[in-house]
């Protein structure tokens, strides 16, 4: 169990456009999903928690109207990157915690965005 | 704030040698530890993890001991292989719930590479 799946895995966009990556947990229950970017070679930089029904709160310096995310149910966190440009090219992943594990959290394979 | 420090990779080993990846942290209070492995083009998989003090925690041959009294968390096997190559991250996090989010708290990541 405690699978979290992520769509698409890659994608290439031109810029100007926006972006939807879909993070679901597969079977389980999350009400919080956690958006990661990671550069290459370099550890991962937690963007935004996304919280089932209300605002995600977003880290320091990441911009909210840039990274748009929707937590509708438990089963599914979306992360919008808006008028893409390509300094957001980058590996992005998610994760989402089994509540009532406490404290592991399960990854997503990651999506690769490319911004042309 | 809390903090996690790995040390500085790549780490080149032959195989059937003995691996150690340091990792020291530093936290108010007393958070669970983790070690995540990254393959090659892939998303973040839980290798092992420890909840309390003196706990080990063991997976795959991988083994790690939450050391409250020097802050570290290493992460040993005795024999790696070349299908070890990967990436491992050490972190720290606490559970969800009383005023935690539940978010983890990465280090930098260290390669390993191991040759046959």
């Known amino acids: 169990g405690a699978v979290v799946s992520q769509h698409p895995s890659r994608v290439i966009c031109k810029s100007g456009t926006s972006v939807k990556i879909e993070c679901r947990s597969l079977?389980?229950?999350?009400?919080?999903m956690f958006w990661y970017r990671q550069f290459p070679k370099q550890s991962l930089m937690l963007m935004a928690t996304?919280?089932?029904?209300?605002?995600?709160?977003?880290e320091q310096g990441v911009e909210k109207d840039k990274f748009l995310i929707n937590h509708a149910s438990l089963t599914l966190s979306t992360l919008t990157v808006t008028s893409a440009h390509p300094e957001d090219s980058s590996f992005y992943i998610c994760?989402?915690?089994?509540?009532?594990?406490?404290?592991?959290?399960?990854f997503g394979p990651g999506t690769r965005l490319t911004v042309l | 704030g809390d903090s996690v420090t790995q040390m500085e990779g790549p780490v080149t080993l032959s195989e059937e040698a003995f691996l150690t990846i340091n990792c020291t942290y530093t936290?108010?209070?007393?958070?669970?530890l983790f070690w995540y492995v990254q393959y090659p083009g892939e998303g973040l998989q839980l290798l092992l993890k420890?909840?309390?003090?003196?706990d080990k925690g063991s997976n795959k041959g991988f083994e790690a001991t939450y050391r409250k009294e020097t802050t570290s968390f290493h992460l040993e096997k005795g024999s790696v292989q070349v299908s070890d190559s990967a990436v491992y991250f050490c972190?720290?996090?606490?559970?969800?719930?009383?005023?935690?989010?539940?978010?983890?708290?990465f280090g930098q990541g260290t390669t390993l590479q191991v040759k046959p």
């Open positions: 994760s989402a915690g089994r509540d009532t594990h406490g404290d592991t959290q399960y």
């Open positions: 079977d389980f229950q999350a009400t919080t």
């Open positions: 996304s919280n089932e029904g209300s605002k995600a709160t977003y």
């Open positions: 936290a108010t209070g007393y958070p669970s």
């Open positions: 420890a909840t309390k003090a003196d």
């Open positions: 972190a720290l996090g606490f559970p969800h719930g009383s005023g935690n989010t539940g978010k983890l708290i």
